[in-house]
């Protein structure tokens, strides 16, 4: 049984520039989460994605984008990259089914040079 | 909003010593769960736990709803326990957002 696979593991970006993270969540899992955890603090909720729409929205601007894939995995666009988007971030599945349990990939180590 | 807090923020303990870490949350909630991050980052499932009592192990959690906290027990504690304690708390229906808490660092001494 496949767990919540994230790509890449690491990334360097500069500034201004824009990145793509991806996720492809638990098997018999609907439901993408992305969390943004930053150094020393829990992480936050950034959007999830359901039935290839953003369901809910946490408190990110809209340089934070998403999209989901007719077979539920998903990508966390993020443009005009600041210094402060260096996190952790991590992608979460999850499904009714499941009573809605939260299960995490390895997460993407961002760093914003 | 809701507030989660954990206490205590940081422990230190000797291998084989046990300890209790606490998550208090303001509101009522759906689902609970704890969380062990791991110092690679991996945050790992530990219970699912919305009510009552559950054992794993050397762990064993407890949640009791109607007065908004839970408890994570670790007995007999050894140094791959250590990492990041988490709770994450899911309100009530119309949200589908986990709320995390603000963690307990647990580091075990060899």
């Known amino acids: 049984d496949a767990g919540v696979t994230q790509s890449p593991t690491h990334l360097i970006k500069t500034r201004g520039q824009q990145v793509t993270l991806r996720c492809s969540p638990k098997?018999?899992?609907?439901?993408v989460s992305w969390y943004q955890q930053a150094l020393g603090q829990g992480p936050q909720f950034i959007f999830q994605y359901y039935e290839e729409e953003e369901r809910q929205r946490g408190n990110f601007p809209d340089r934070f984008s998403g999209h989901q894939f007719p077979n539920y995995s998903s990508e966390l666009n993020v443009n005009a990259l600041l210094l402060g988007d260096s996190a952790l971030y991590l992608c979460a599945s999850s499904s009714r089914r499941d009573n809605e349990k939260l299960f995490f990939g390895s997460g993407t180590q961002l760093s914003v040079l | 909003g809701i507030q989660v807090e954990q206490s205590p923020p940081d422990l230190i303990l000797q291998e084989g010593a046990n300890s209790t870490l606490r998550c208090n949350f303001s509101?009522?909630?759906?689902?609970l769960q704890w969380f062990h991050q791991n110092p690679w980052g991996q945050l790992i499932n530990l219970f699912y736990i919305p009510s009552g009592t559950k054992q794993n192990g050397r762990l064993s959690a407890t949640t009791v709803a109607t007065e908004r906290y839970s408890l994570l027990y670790i007995s007999s504690s050894q140094t791959t326990d250590s990492g990041v304690y988490f709770c994450?708390?899911?309100?009530?229906?119309?949200?589908?957002?986990?709320?995390f808490g603000t963690g307990t660092r647990l580091k075990v001494l060899a």
């Open positions: 994450a708390v899911l309100l009530p229906s119309g949200t589908y957002k986990y709320i």
């Open positions: 509101d009522s909630v759906n689902n």
């Open positions: 098997s018999g899992h609907d439901t």
